[in-house]
């Protein structure tokens, strides 16, 4: 496989860790999504919009946006879980999108992160890597606050695997994707 084809599964399978997060969490009450709890961010709220934000950034530094330091100024936390999956569910679309346009050439194009005093440079392959780790980073996180709740935490693992195919069909149902759609092959 190579790299391009990875990238594209890893931001589906960051869309279906999401989505299925999120899908878990939706009994909890808003008393339990802001509640204080152990993490570096204390909430679920906290920690999930932290995902929100820095995907904002970091998406607007891929495409080049000159206002991403701006963006991540005047990110507005979602108040609630239904208004934060729906906006995690359309930066998830856009890091898709992002990596369905790419091609072997443009995992060595440059990235501008504006930093606010200082621009940082990266190439797109090491962004985007860092991307998913700080997401899974954080996901699991959340992951471990749910066990301090009446949801039980869901499996968030299963999205890369052919051999766990089965464990993901309601989820690729949902989204309208199949195998190929996920894995590229």
Not at 66 to 77: G, H, L, S, T
Not at 119 to 125: E, G, K, L
Not at 164 to 169: Q, T, Y
Request: hydrophobic share 45%; proline share 4%; aromatic share 6%.
């Amino acid at each position: 496989m190579d790299l391009v084809t990875h990238l594209r599964a890893q931001a589906r399978a960051n869309r279906l860790a999401n989505r299925r997060l999120h899908a878990a969490m939706q009994p909890l009450g808003e008393a339990e999504f802001t509640a204080p709890r152990s993490g570096f961010f204390p909430s679920l709220a906290k920690t999930l919009n932290h995902i929100l934000g820095v995907d904002i950034y970091y998406l607007a530094a891929l495409h080049g946006e000159a206002d991403m330091e701006a963006q991540w100024q005047r990110f507005v936390p979602a108040a609630t879980l239904h208004e934060l999956s729906k906006r995690q569910a359309t930066s998830d679309e856009r890091l898709i999108g992002y990596c369905d346009a790419l091609d072997a050439a443009a995992l060595d194009a440059p990235v501008a992160m504006d930093r606010g005093d200082h621009v940082d440079t990266d190439i797109a392959a090491r962004v985007l890597a860092h991307l998913f780790m700080h997401q899974t980073h954080h996901r699991g996180q959340a992951h471990a606050m749910l066990s301090a709740t009446p949801v039980r935490p869901p499996q968030l693992d299963e999205f890369l695997l052919a051999s766990d195919a089965r464990f993901r069909v309601e989820d690729l149902r949902a989204l309208g994707w199949s195998e190929e759609t996920l894995l590229g092959s």
